[in-house]
């Protein structure tokens, strides 16, 4: 019930592109939804995050699309560029208990010219 | 500012060996967690602190032991290493208890030999 899954586990996409990235959850306690981008040899950086009270957010390219009854979440990267190749992470947090995050496997993003 | 610091970077120790890893907030920040990351894999949840007492416990066995220290900066150990325990080590700080974004280090690259 803890476990968050991601997919897809790998993506190519043409730089100008949409990447779209998928994550679902089981747990009806969660209720804090961040993305993080990986870089190799570094930490996670926080992208953006989304609670469960609002169905869209929107930070520049970046955007989270959150749906409660389906307990799915996704990002999407507009205009996608070589830069943004990384490693994406979705990750869920009980925010009434504790600061833990539950993250999913991972999606390596890789964006060609 | 300075973000979250970790040290050291690397490290390599021997099957049975003990490690500390350490860890500095954002300044500011009382809560740091821990959380582990194999390769491939997404982090997994090892400890929360805040103001100096652990607050929460991911599922790792009792070889993994932290503290936190009145400047909120904090160490975990790991004792009588194995070679499954080689992975990089995240420390993620949070201003408060729960509820607030985390944000990463670098990590410690650690690899049991």
């Known amino acids: 019930q803890q476990q968050v899954k991601q997919s897809p586990q790998s993506l190519i996409v043409q730089k100008g592109g949409i990447s779209i990235i998928n994550c679902a959850y089981e747990?009806?306690?969660?209720?804090?939804f961040p993305w993080y981008q990986q870089f190799p040899g570094k930490g996670p950086a926080l992208l953006i995050a989304i609670r469960p009270d609002v169905s869209e957010k929107k930070e520049g390219r970046f955007t989270i699309s959150f749906n409660k009854s389906a307990k799915q979440f996704s990002l999407h990267i507009m205009d996608s560029q070589p830069g943004d190749s990384a490693t994406y992470f979705c990750?869920?947090?009980?925010?009434?208990?504790?600061?833990?995050?539950?993250f999913g496997t991972g999606t390596r993003l890789q964006v060609t010219l | 500012d300075a973000g979250v610091t970790q040290s050291p970077t690397h490290l390599i120790k021997t099957r049975g060996q003990q490690v500390t890893l350490r860890c500095s907030p954002i300044s500011g920040h009382k809560s740091v967690s821990w959380y582990q990351q194999v390769l491939g894999q997404g982090p997994q949840f090892i400890f929360q602190?805040?103001?100096?007492?652990?607050?929460g416990r991911g599922n790792f066995p009792d070889r993994f032991s932290a503290r936190q220290f009145p400047n909120y900066s904090s160490e975990l150990n790991v004792n009588a290493l194995l070679l499954g325990d080689s992975a990089l080590y995240l420390c993620a700080s949070s201003w408060g208890r729960r509820g607030t974004e985390a944000f990463f280090g670098q990590g410690t690259r650690l690899t049991v030999v």
């Open positions: 747990n009806t306690a969660f209720d804090y």
């Open positions: 990750a869920a947090g009980d925010t009434g208990t504790a600061s833990k995050l539950t």
């Open positions: 602190y805040y103001e100096k007492e652990e607050r």
